[in-house]
């Protein structure tokens, strides 16, 4: 007898193998709009209910083309949901198998790893990435300065001729390891907008040599959080601003050539710092991380507005999604009091493995093939991008590659209304899994896994999110073998190494299989 595992599998191979695509004409250009701690309930056209912040271009993008209601981060924080959409591969099959690449940290992905930039270059495609990238460097520095880089410092600090010297040392040398040795041709942005360096950082050095420390005002609550070398007069507010700049002139510089071009544009936003540009202050009535929203949202109109403008809205892929929930710590009680909440019906909030930690608005247009006001309500992942621009762009994914990426494009051609995949598994910022089997969800720990408190009864936590989207009633107790048979799914995407079809794939290290 077939096991489920071998059944779901056997199932995705004819999902993917039923809508080839017919790719006359010109390969489409691609656009990835990261957003930066969005929730799910920050986007108006996911739960108008629950929202009270305007978001009228990411709901003219939604209009145009479909909404899934059941999409997931890899994980609650940001490193390792970056290195799932970059890679279509789950983040705990590497090394970080809890938290973020810390500062001064090393790339994640590794070299020899294929990226959705890789993928598109092997097809003639210009890459950019523009904005966040928090994935790693070999940053240029030795190991008698590391101390001294990674030291902590007063908010007042002020920078001696040692520490300047020691920084031209530093940022006078080309950074290896980002964005340009993994898959993309340019790069432009802030590593982590609220840590240092703070300067922007572009292809592979720095726009400048930082050669002071941050100013203290900048230091305040929701603004910067750690103090460092930065730019003579650095203004956090400024980086948004200089992003979509760069962004729309990407798109503009593009429309003149004949080649296809990918854009992945990781928003430093509304992550912290809160820090709003002036034309964006007071505009929400709620506060600073709803006016930041609304700047996101209008960043996101600019890029629209400029695929318009050069006639490049038809033959363009837009994809918007978030790297994970909204962050309870910018004052998320004093929004729900207003009417707005980040996490929507959802709950908890980003680090958590509750629903409010991953499951993410995630919005695809794609004119003449996307109908539009579509709304999806199947089980994806944001691994599946990568399996997805292959298929669309008719390239075949070696065994090795993309090993928890399935195609989506039989559901945005509306082919079928199921998903590709009968599983998913994400992340808290501790690494505690939650393991979906359709509507179920198996919680591997007692609580939140992150940040949020709750009381949990039982070890393990079992959630029919069909029924009951908010997490309230933990079914544990009552499904013993629904749990251990959701332990065996989860046992064996941890050693096949994969969970797509295809022969059995390594992981990088042991996988910590149960916390608690």
Known sequence: MKTIMEISLFVGCILVAVCPLDTQGALPNIVILYADDLGYGDVQCYTKEHSRIPTPHIDRLARGGMR????????????????????????????????????????????????????????????????????????????????????????????????????????GTPIAGGPITRGFDFYFGTDVPNWPPFCFIENDQTVGVPSEFLDEKQLARNLASTQGPALRDWDLENILPEL?????????????????????LPFTSPHTPLSVSAEWKGKSGLGPYADLVMETDGVVGSILDALDQHGLTENTIVLFTSDNGC??????????????????????????????????????????????DGVSDALIHQADLLATVAEIIEIDLKPHEGEDSFSLLSLLQGDTKDSPRSHSVSCSIRGVPSVRQGHWKLILDAGSGGWSKGEVTTDLQLYRLDEDIGETQNLAPAFPGEI????????????????????RQNNDVEVKRYLN
């Open 484 to 503: 251990k048979q959701m332990k065996e799914v989860f046992e064996t995407l941890i050693n096949r190494g994969r969970s797509t079809p295809g022969p």
């Open 244 to 264: 979509k700049k760069r962004a729309v002139n990407y798109l503009t510089e593009q429309a003149k050539t004949p080649n296809p071009f990918l854009l992945y």
């Open 327 to 372: 962050a309870h710590y910018i004052d998320v009680h004093q929004l729900e009091a207003k009417g707005h909440y980040p996490s929507g019906p959802l709950r908890g909030y980003k680090s958590d493995t509750w629903e409010g930690g991953h499951r993410i608005p995630f919005i695809i247009r794609w004119p003449g093939v996307i109908a539009p």
């Open 68 to 171: 899934f209601t059941d999409a997931h981060s890899s994980s609650g924080v940001c490193t390792p949901s970056r290195y799932t959409l970059l890679t279509g591969r789950y983040h705990w099959r590497t090394k970080l198998q809890s938290g973020i690449v810390g500062l001064w940290g090393n790339p994640l992905i590794a070299e020899d790893r294929l990226t959705i930039g890789d993928l598109a270059q092997k097809k003639g495609y210009h890459t950019a990435c523009i904005g966040k990238w928090h994935l790693g460097w070999d940053w240029p520095i030795a190991n008698n300065q590391r101390k001294t880089m990674q030291q902590s410092y007063p908010k007042n600090a002020q920078a001696t001729s040692e520490q300047r010297e020691l920084w031209a040392s530093v940022f």
